[in-house]
T-cell receptor, first 115, second 114 residues
Framework: NAGVTQTPKFQVLKTGQSMTLQCAQD?????MSWYRQDPGMGLRLIHY???????DQGEVPNGYNVSRSTTEDFPLRLLSAAPSQTSVYFC??????????????FGPGTRLTVL | ELKVEQNPLFLSMQEGKNYTIYCNYS?????LYWYRQDPGKSLESLFV?????AVKQEGRLMASLDTKARLSTLHITAAVHDLSATYFC??????????????FGEGTQLTVNP
């Protein structure tokens, strides 16, 4: 299994540009989530999904969109990039059944810089 | 709003010494995780603590959970240089309808000196 994969690894955007961060997992995990990591602040939840077709907002959702059309993929879209979105973005997934959720496995991360 | 606080945020220790990292949280939860992160890398799961009184050990690291005190500890025994990393605790406000929501502490940056 490849686990959780993310692309790209690095990205530089100009203010106002849009882009999609890709996340995929091959573990058949129902639960997937996106976090951002800023220096000294730990990780903060952006959006999450408990299954295909179901998404919800986390702690810092503004400026980001998500959709979940398949179990495997959970892309994160930046609608109009801003310098405040410069961060490292991590995707995670976990197995869930009957309301019981196991530990989340994290992807390698995408380092995004917005100029 | 759930708040998770770790202390210390920075820890420099000598090889062979013992120390404890503390993780306090503000809302009732019986599910807590510890992760390790090396510079420029992703998060690696260390421990999953799922009930009051849970204690888990792996090598020189031991984690415990006291849900009544809303406190988890990560104890380091006889530190070695390879343990140098940033350690995060994360509390899960698991809900059956909405699923898992992790709130992370700020992280403890551990440096083990020879």
């Amino acid at each position: 299994n490849a686990g959780v994969t993310q692309t790209p690894k690095f990205q530089v955007l100009k203010t106002g540009q849009s882009m999609t961060l890709q996340c995929a997992q091959d573990m058949n995990h129902e639960y997937m989530s996106w976090y951002r990591q800023d220096p000294g602040m730990g990780l903060r939840l952006i959006h999450y999904s408990v299954g295909a077709g179901i998404t919800d907002q986390g702690e810092v959702p503004n400026g980001y969109n998500v959709s979940r059309s398949t179990t495997e993929d959970f892309p994160l879209r930046l609608l109009s990039a801003a310098p405040s979105q410069t961060s490292v973005y991590f995707c995670a997934s976990s197995y869930s059944r009957g309301g019981s959720y196991n530990e989340q496995f994290f992807g390698p991360g995408t380092r995004l810089t917005v100029l | 709003e759930l708040k998770v606080e770790q202390n210390p945020l920075f820890l420099s220790m000598q090889e062979g010494k013992n120390y404890t990292i503390y993780c306090n949280y503000s809302t009732t939860s019986d599910r807590l995780y510890w992760y390790r992160q090396d510079p420029g890398k992703s998060l690696e799961s260390l421990f999953v603590l799922l009930s009051n009184g849970a204690v888990k050990q792996e090598g020189r690291l031991m984690a415990s959970l006291d849900t009544k005190a809303r406190l988890s500890t990560l104890h380091i025994t006889a530190a070695v240089h390879d343990l140098s990393a940033t350690y995060f605790c994360a509390v899960d406000l698991l809900k059956e309808t909405s699923g898992s929501r992790l709130t992370f502490g700020e992280g403890t940056q551990l440096t083990v000196n020879p």
